[in-house]
């Protein structure tokens, strides 16, 4: 017999994160706690992460659902098929919490070069929006770190300023040095996002996510034929949760790319479905972090490794918090590394 637990968190940012829905300075996890009746002592432990305007999961239900799915843990399987759906975040922190506990509740899935410490996985250098000298700050790091592929936010400050910044980028890295991808979070109006994407291509751009807001499939489709930037799906892909709808969308829209956030489509499981269907169209795909903590991250950087390819992933968020929790998961010479030496200090979860 199972015995679940759950209990909020609040992530506060180092600085302020800046995005095309407004400035982050805190942002809110759940993390469940599932155990065995016969050894009380091994825990599995996921993350239930939210994103204010992103996450489709209703806050106002969020912890009376997880009551709910607490006090009948024993019937989990039910709640996935009839429930998971409706809390994608939820569902994600249950799949990987109980993965954790039927591992062994160490937080290792399964041993391989990555668990090990051996292999790391090659990883973006992510780029706040926020002013320009703000951003050219950031930019000097990530290169100076020893990333060779860096995302910018765009969408936020004045897109000449933008513009600027990538100018400079270019002006001192090429192609052949540094990959730039830009995210615009749907920043972008449908009646000048071409021209936008046409005075981007001048950088060379590796792709652009979700230019324009989702929901506006025959757009999007005609951008992504027209393009000069190559553009990836993004917030396109939430709330899509049936083979069917997943197939039509990705056969209407034909995009290049398509990005995958576990805690947005509701697990690793339905990653893993959405993955396949890429891989069947020719459509390539990468994995990134939702900002969860640590906890999230691991779960989400262990299946990355195992199933993705060896195209840059978005799992450079661990280093956002000012109290995030003490893991093996650092970062060097811009790849995620798992140390196992490093261990993991739960203690923090009950500090805060």
Request: glycine share 8%; net charge negative.
């Given at each position: 017999m199972l015995r679940a637990s759950f209990f909020p968190y609040q992530l506060r940012f180092k600085r302020p994160a800046g995005t095309s829905r407004g400035v982050?300075?805190?942002?809110?996890?759940?993390?469940?706690i599932v155990q065995q009746e016969a050894?009380?002592?091994v825990r599995g432990i996921g993350e239930c992460s939210l994103i204010p305007g992103l996450s489709p999961d209703d806050r106002d239900s969020f912890d009376p659902e997880l009551q709910r799915l607490c006090e009948n843990i024993n019937d989990y399987e039910n709640w996935i098929e009839t429930r998971g759906a409706l809390y994608?975040?939820?569902?994600?922190?249950?799949?990987?919490a109980l993965e954790d506990l039927f591992s062994g509740g160490q937080r290792v899935f399964e041993q391989n070069q990555f668990t090990c410490g051996n292999n790391g996985i090659a990883i973006n250098g992510l780029i706040w929006m926020g002013e320009p000298d703000f951003m050219q700050q950031q930019i000097r790091e990530k290169l100076d770190a020893g990333f060779d592929c860096i995302k910018v936010k765009i969408g936020a400050i004045?897109?000449?300023q933008e513009l600027e910044l990538l100018g400079m980028i270019r002006r001192?890295?090429?192609?052949?040095?540094?990959?730039?991808?830009?995210?615009?979070?749907?920043?972008?109006l449908p009646s000048?996002?071409?021209?936008?994407?046409k005075r981007l291509s001048s950088f060379s751009l590796h792709s652009i996510e979700q230019p324009i807001m989702p929901g506006q499939a025959e757009i999007m489709a005609e951008l992504c034929e027209k393009s000069p930037v190559p553009?990836?799906?993004d917030e396109e892909l939430i709330g899509v949760n049936d083979p069917v709808s997943r197939r039509k969308l990705l056969n209407a829209i034909a995009p290049p790319y398509v990005i995958f956030k576990p805690s947005l489509l509701g697990g690793l499981n339905a990653t893993a479905a959405w993955a396949m269907l890429a891989d069947t169209l020719n459509i390539k795909w990468w994995v990134t972090s939702a900002l969860e903590s640590n906890i999230g991250l691991n779960a989400i950087a262990q299946w990355t490794y195992k199933y993705a390819g060896s195209v840059h992933q978005g799992l450079g968020t661990g280093q956002l918090y000012t109290n995030n929790i003490p893991s093996p998961?650092?970062?060097e010479r811009g790849q995620l590394f798992y140390k196992p030496v490093l261990g993991w200090d739960l203690n923090a979860l009950q500090n805060d």
């Amino acid at each position: 017999m199972l015995r679940a637990s759950f209990f909020p968190y609040q992530l506060r940012f180092k600085r302020p994160a800046g995005t095309s829905r407004g400035v982050l300075k805190t942002k809110e996890s759940w993390f469940i706690i599932v155990q065995q009746e016969a050894d009380m002592s091994v825990r599995g432990i996921g993350e239930c992460s939210l994103i204010p305007g992103l996450s489709p999961d209703d806050r106002d239900s969020f912890d009376p659902e997880l009551q709910r799915l607490c006090e009948n843990i024993n019937d989990y399987e039910n709640w996935i098929e009839t429930r998971g759906a409706l809390y994608p975040a939820i569902r994600f922190g249950l799949e990987t919490a109980l993965e954790d506990l039927f591992s062994g509740g160490q937080r290792v899935f399964e041993q391989n070069q990555f668990t090990c410490g051996n292999n790391g996985i090659a990883i973006n250098g992510l780029i706040w929006m926020g002013e320009p000298d703000f951003m050219q700050q950031q930019i000097r790091e990530k290169l100076d770190a020893g990333f060779d592929c860096i995302k910018v936010k765009i969408g936020a400050i004045d897109f000449e300023q933008e513009l600027e910044l990538l100018g400079m980028i270019r002006r001192e890295y090429g192609p052949d040095i540094i990959e730039i991808r830009v995210d615009a979070n749907g920043a972008f109006l449908p009646s000048n996002a071409l021209e936008k994407l046409k005075r981007l291509s001048s950088f060379s751009l590796h792709s652009i996510e979700q230019p324009i807001m989702p929901g506006q499939a025959e757009i999007m489709a005609e951008l992504c034929e027209k393009s000069p930037v190559p553009i990836a799906l993004d917030e396109e892909l939430i709330g899509v949760n049936d083979p069917v709808s997943r197939r039509k969308l990705l056969n209407a829209i034909a995009p290049p790319y398509v990005i995958f956030k576990p805690s947005l489509l509701g697990g690793l499981n339905a990653t893993a479905a959405w993955a396949m269907l890429a891989d069947t169209l020719n459509i390539k795909w990468w994995v990134t972090s939702a900002l969860e903590s640590n906890i999230g991250l691991n779960a989400i950087a262990q299946w990355t490794y195992k199933y993705a390819g060896s195209v840059h992933q978005g799992l450079g968020t661990g280093q956002l918090y000012t109290n995030n929790i003490p893991s093996p998961l650092i970062i060097e010479r811009g790849q995620l590394f798992y140390k196992p030496v490093l261990g993991w200090d739960l203690n923090a979860l009950q500090n805060d």
